[in-house]
């Protein structure tokens, strides 16, 4: 009986250590990787409307039928150019009738200044009194200030009659012209319009969040963005930013920026659209691979690996997406270590064999230009 009990007895130690064997072999083994922290370059684009640097509207001055057109439609033109003349008939006749006003005066005056030297020989001789002498001095000052007056009426003529000759105001491109010879215009009207495109402007506007995080980050001491045009091509030529306003806009609660691109090729024209890429940077930031993620009722979980190597399921608050990447805002350390991959099958207290890896030899990314979503 002694004999029999010893060897039950010996059975089943043998037989528990066999299941301990057995569930020490179940283990299985997982790689685990620990956040990286670097300086993160990312970019954000912005919808930007395109202006050109000078663009005007050239508007007629008078009212009158356009006589003719000296330019055509797109055509390059020269400061001072002429563009348009209006029929000016009339104001050719006032300037004639103020010209003929002006002589006439000048020859009033002149008269009287003659009449002044005879009185004055006169006083001298005692002829007549110093009274009369002081009545035509006054009579000379008075054809003075007629002879300003019609000088100043010759001369109001004459820009009248220069209003008939439109010419440009600076180097540029005719735009489109609506009205053609014999059209009737009223002052005002508009003719045409002369965009300047050698350089353009982008406007485009930033939340509140992106206006501060651009100046506490200290990314506006790199002015330089680019830009991409509607048909998603980079554009060719680096911006500036120059401006940025003042207060934001109530109705939408953005602030608007402005950068000025070169122009060289004539590619952008006023009133074209494209998206400005700023580009940032968020410094110290905590970098997990996405593939080591997993959601939960639209919260973000990673399994944690603790000291005796059980997995521990965490929630992450993420601060920013990249295409392979999470920036965490908060909910992990630098020294934790995660599952890298197979987050979706394994279980919260499972225990694994931990695999430490450098992830930035796992992912295979150079993680300096990242694109953010």
């Keep these: 009986?002694?004999?029999?009990?010893?060897?039950?007895?010996?059975?089943?130690?043998?037989?528990?250590?066999?299941?301990?064997?057995?569930?020490?072999?179940?283990?299985?083994?997982?790689?685990?990787?620990?956040?990286?922290?670097?300086?993160?370059?990312?970019?954000?684009?912005?919808?930007?409307?395109?202006?050109?640097?000078?663009?005007?509207?050239?508007?007629?001055?008078?009212?009158?039928?356009?006589?003719?057109?000296?330019?055509?439609?797109?055509?390059?033109?020269?400061?001072?150019?002429?563009?348009?003349?209006?029929?000016?008939?009339e104001f050719d006749k006032e300037l004639q009738k103020a010209n003929a006003a002006y002589k006439n005066a000048i020859a009033d005056m002149k008269a009287t200044e003659v009449e002044l030297k005879n009185v004055k020989l006169l006083v001298e001789k005692n002829i007549v009194s110093k009274t009369e002498l002081e009545v035509i001095k006054a009579k000379v000052d008075a054809l003075k200030a007629d002879v300003e007056e019609a000088l100043a009426h010759k001369e109001q003529a004459a820009l009248h009659l220069s209003f008939s000759q439109i010419k440009a105001p600076y180097n540029g491109i005719i735009n489109r012209i609506p009205n053609k010879v014999g059209s009737l215009i009223a002052e005002g009207d508009v003719l045409t319009s002369i965009s300047d495109n050698r350089e353009v402007f982008a406007y485009f506007n930033l939340s509140e969040v992106d206006y501060l995080n651009y100046i506490s980050n200290g990314e506006q001491k790199s002015k330089t963005v680019s830009l991409k045009l509607a048909n998603n091509v980079l554009y060719g030529h680096e911006g500036k930013i120059e401006m940025i306003e003042s207060e934001f806009d109530r109705s939408t609660g953005n602030i608007a920026f402005r950068a000025r691109f070169p122009n060289p090729d004539a590619i952008l024209k006023h009133g074209s659209n494209g998206k400005v890429i700023v580009n940032k940077q968020l410094k110290n930031a905590l970098l997990i691979p996405q593939k080591s993620t997993f959601e939960i009722q639209d919260k973000l979980y990673v399994f944690v690996v603790n000291q005796e190597g059980v997995l521990e399921q965490r929630n992450i608050i993420p601060k920013m997406r990249f295409p392979d990447f999470y920036a965490v805002e908060s909910g992990l350390s630098k020294d934790d270590k995660i599952l890298f991959e197979g987050a979706e099958n394994a279980k919260d207290g499972n225990k694994i064999h931990a695999v430490p890896v450098d992830l930035e030899k796992a992912m295979s990314l150079n993680t300096k230009d990242l694109s953010r979503r």
């Design 1 to 89: 009986m002694k004999i029999s009990q010893i060897l039950f007895l010996a059975l089943c130690v043998i037989a528990a250590s066999c299941d301990s064997q057995k569930e020490a072999e179940k283990v299985d083994k997982h790689e685990v990787v620990s956040p990286m922290v670097k300086n993160t370059a990312y970019s954000h684009e912005y919808v930007a409307e395109i202006h050109s640097v000078k663009y005007v509207e050239i508007r007629s001055k008078l009212k009158g039928y356009i006589e003719k057109i000296h330019v055509d439609e797109g055509q390059a033109v020269k400061e001072g150019q002429l563009l348009f003349t209006l029929n000016a008939l």
